[in-house]
C-alpha cells in the first residue's frame, strides 16, 4: 500500500528527524487530493509545518525538534520543559481542550457530540510556535481547539475538507472497543465514506439513552 492509493492517512507520534520529510509530504498529499488524514501529536506537528511551507508562505519552517538552529520554527520546545532533564519532563496527563467559538462547523466537534471541552491524555514537549499562529489561521488552518489559556494549540481542522484533523493529545489512550475515540471514528469512518452516516448517529440522542453503541454494538450486553 502506497500513500497515493490509501484510503486514508493517519500519521502517529513519535520522536527524531527519520522520515519526517516523507510524512510532510504524506500530508501535503492528503490535503491537496481531500484524503482524510488524522495527525496525533507529531502528525499534527507535521501536518502545521506542511500547512506553513505550502500555504501560508513560511517556507523554512519546521520543528525546532529537527533543526534547533533553524529560521522559522513552526514548531518549538514547551518554554516550561526543562531541555537539560529528558526524563519524566514531558507535559502528561489528562488535561482539557476547549473548542473555540466559531468552530461550531468542526466535523471533529460534532463526533463529540457537539461539546465544549474535552479532556484527553498528553505527552510531549513541543508545540505549536505561537508567534506564528495569526499568521497560519489568516491563511485558513484553524485552530479549533485550545488549552485552558487559550494559549497551547490542540486541535487543527481544515473546513473545506472531507476530514483533515490534527491533535496534539493522544486519544488512544481513552479509546475502547465498545467506546471508540471520535477521533479514530470519524477517521475510519471518513476514510471508509461514510463519516455523514456516523455523524447522524452522534446526533440522534435515542441511540445512546438505548444503550446502543455508536459502531452498533449493544453495550447492555457486557
Same mark, same amino acid.
Given at each position: 500500500?502506497?500513500?497515493?492509493?490509501?484510503? #486514508?492517512?493517519?500519521?502517529?507520534?513519535?520522536?527524531?528527524?527519520?522520515?519526517?520529510?516523507?510524512?510532510?509530504?504524506?500530508?501535503?498529499?492528503? *490535503?491537496?487530493?481531500?484524503?482524510? /488524514?488524522?495527525?496525533?501529536?507529531?502528525?499534527?506537528?507535521?501536518?502545521?509545518?506542511?500547512?506553513?511551507?505550502?500555504?501560508?508562505?513560511?517556507?523554512?519552517?519546521?520543528?525546532?525538534?529537527? $533543526?534547533?538552529?533553524?529560521?522559522?520554527?513552526?514548531?518549538?520546545?514547551?518554554?516550561?520543559?526543562?531541555?537539560?532533564?529528558?526524563?519524566? !519532563?514531558? *507535559?502528561? +496527563?489528562?488535561?482539557?481542550?476547549?473548542?473555540?467559538? +466559531?468552530?461550531?462547523?468542526?466535523?471533529?466537534? %460534532?463526533? /463529540? +457530540?457537539? %461539546?465544549?471541552?474535552?479532556? @484527553? *491524555?498528553?505527552?510531549?514537549? /513541543? @508545540?505549536?510556535?505561537?508567534?506564528?499562529?495569526?499568521?497560519? @489561521?489568516?491563511?485558513?488552518?484553524?485552530?479549533?481547539?485550545?488549552? $485552558?489559556?487559550?494559549?497551547?494549540?490542540?486541535?487543527?481542522?481544515?473546513? $473545506?475538507?472531507?476530514?483533515?484533523?490534527?491533535?496534539? /493529545?493522544?486519544?488512544?489512550?481513552?479509546?475502547?472497543?465498545?467506546?471508540?475515540?471520535?477521533?479514530?471514528?470519524?477517521?475510519?469512518?471518513?476514510?471508509?465514506?461514510?463519516? $455523514?452516516?456516523?455523524?447522524?448517529?452522534?446526533?440522534?440522542?435515542?441511540?445512546?439513552?438505548?444503550?446502543?453503541?455508536?459502531? #452498533?454494538? !449493544?453495550?447492555?450486553?457486557?
Amino acid at each position: 500500500m502506497v500513500v497515493c492509493t490509501a484510503s #486514508g492517512i493517519l500519521c502517529p507520534g513519535g520522536f527524531g528527524t527519520r522520515g519526517i520529510e516523507g510524512k510532510i509530504l504524506a500530508a501535503k498529499w492528503a *490535503r491537496e487530493q481531500k484524503t482524510p /488524514y488524522l495527525g496525533v501529536c507529531l502528525g499534527m506537528q507535521v501536518a502545521v509545518i506542511e500547512y506553513a511551507r505550502h500555504i501560508a508562505g513560511i517556507t523554512k519552517a519546521t520543528s525546532e525538534e529537527f $533543526d534547533a538552529q533553524a529560521e522559522e520554527k513552526a514548531i518549538i520546545f514547551m518554554p516550561e520543559i526543562d531541555k537539560t532533564t529528558m526524563g519524566g !519532563n514531558m *507535559r502528561l +496527563g489528562s488535561r482539557p481542550t476547549f473548542f473555540q467559538d +466559531g468552530s461550531e462547523w468542526s466535523k471533529l466537534r %460534532a463526533l /463529540y +457530540g457537539g %461539546a465544549s471541552s474535552v479532556d @484527553e *491524555r498528553h505527552r510531549h514537549r /513541543y @508545540e505549536v510556535n505561537p508567534e506564528y499562529i495569526e499568521r497560519l @489561521e489568516a491563511a485558513g488552518l484553524d485552530f479549533i481547539g485550545r488549552d $485552558d489559556k487559550g494559549e497551547r494549540m490542540e486541535i487543527i481542522e481544515l473546513k $473545506d475538507h472531507p476530514f483533515f484533523v490534527g491533535i496534539q /493529545y493522544h486519544p488512544e489512550y481513552l479509546s475502547r472497543v465498545l467506546k471508540p475515540s471520535p477521533c479514530f471514528l470519524g477517521f475510519v469512518a471518513a476514510s471508509a465514506g461514510c463519516l $455523514d452516516e456516523v455523524l447522524k448517529e452522534v446526533k440522534t440522542p435515542s441511540a445512546q439513552s438505548s444503550g446502543e453503541g455508536i459502531n #452498533g454494538t !449493544n453495550q447492555a450486553s457486557f
